[in-house]
Structure formats: structure tokens, C-alpha cells
């Protein structure tokens, strides 16, 4: 396959970054890249360019890293509390996952964060402290802390007594039920 080099004026995911030298192939470029305006074509003038490239880059990443960093002292001192379902034996119910962390960091801190960059083997299904580490960054890892509680109890009691009223009060009559019944009155 012929290949064309290109030179990068902007983040590509999977391919590389402002100021890289990259091969790919000519369709790529002519009917993404250069259209879009994410590369150039290596010439000599655009090499003399490299160097402003780097610099934009290396402000990027310094800003991205500032950012990042921010943003785990931030988590850092966050303290939450979940609050989970038991039966009577004390098994959750439900469980906490990076979904239910995302949301909870997006609501209380306001920080919008991938699910993906929580490091989470399994949901969390047990009480307790727990502590989760979050990849915001390559080189920046935040760890959060929160309490895992399960639901009161006068909840649960008050719920029973009142799931066991509401079938007194309403009786539902299937159309299969009335057919039995009325064949029983019959004989």
C-alpha cells in the first residue's frame, strides 16, 4: 500500500500528537487528515515549523498535567457515602460501580471523568470503607475514599408491613382465575 508522510498539527487518538512525523496511508490523509486540518504534508517549510508544534504540545500536556493534578487533590478530599439495599442476612442488593462513582464525582465535585479511567475490578458489594484509585492522567492517579452503608432498617420494616396491606386492599381477578372459579361454583 502506498504510504504518505504527514506531519501532525493536532492530537490524533491512535495515531500521535502535534509535531510528529507519522507514515500513513494516502487515502487517510486526502480524505481525513488534511481536510480536517490535523496534518500537513512533510515539506521543508513545514519541517522549519516543528519547533511551534513542540511548544504547542508542550503547553497542552503541561496544562493537561496541571489540570489533572487539580483535579486529584480535589478528589483526594472527597469523602461520600453509599448507601445499599441488605436482605435480612446482610447481603447488598445492589452494588457500587464506576457508573454510580462517575455520577456521584459529577454531582458533588463537578468534574466530568470517563468511567473507563476508574480502576475498578468488580463492583463493590460489601459495607464498609473502601478506596477506589482513578487514572486521570499518565503520570497522575487520584484515590478516593467512601463508606459503603447498608440501607436502615425502620425502612425495610415500614416497607413490609405496608406490601402486606396493599394485597388485602386490591385483589386483582385474572381472566383465567374467574374461569377456574366460576367452573368450581358449577359443580
Do not use: C, W
Not at 22 to 39: H, S
Not at 55 to 73: G, H, S, V, Y
Not at 82 to 103: C, M, P, R
Request: aromatic share 4%.
Amino acid at each position: 500500500m502506498p504510504l504518505t508522510e504527514l506531519i501532525l498539527t493536532e492530537n490524533v487518538p491512535g495515531l500521535g500528537a502535534e509535531a510528529d512525523v507519522v507514515k500513513v496511508r494516502r487515502g487517510y490523509a486526502r480524505n481525513y487528515l488534511l481536510p480536517r486540518g490535523k496534518a500537513h504534508e512533510v515539506t521543508p517549510g513545514a519541517l522549519r515549523q516543528i519547533d511551534a508544534l513542540k511548544q504547542k504540545r508542550a503547553e497542552r500536556e503541561a496544562r493537561e498535567l496541571n489540570e489533572a493534578e487539580e483535579l486529584a487533590r480535589r478528589i483526594g478530599k472527597a469523602r461520600f457515602v453509599f448507601t445499599l439495599e441488605t436482605g435480612e442476612t446482610g447481603k447488598a442488593f445492589g452494588s457500587v460501580t464506576a457508573q454510580d462513582i462517575v455520577n456521584r464525582l459529577k454531582n458533588e465535585i463537578g468534574a466530568e471523568i470517563d468511567r473507563h479511567k476508574i480502576v475498578l475490578e468488580r463492583p463493590i458489594k460489601d459495607t464498609g470503607e473502601h478506596e477506589v484509585a482513578i487514572k486521570l492522567h499518565h503520570d497522575v492517579t487520584a484515590q478516593l475514599v467512601f463508606q459503603v452503608k447498608s440501607a436502615e432498617e425502620p425502612r425495610g420494616a415500614e416497607a413490609e408491613s405496608a406490601a402486606t396491606d396493599e394485597p388485602e386492599k386490591k385483589k386483582k381477578h385474572r381472566f383465567f382465575h374467574r374461569k377456574k372459579e366460576e367452573k368450581k361454583e358449577t359443580e
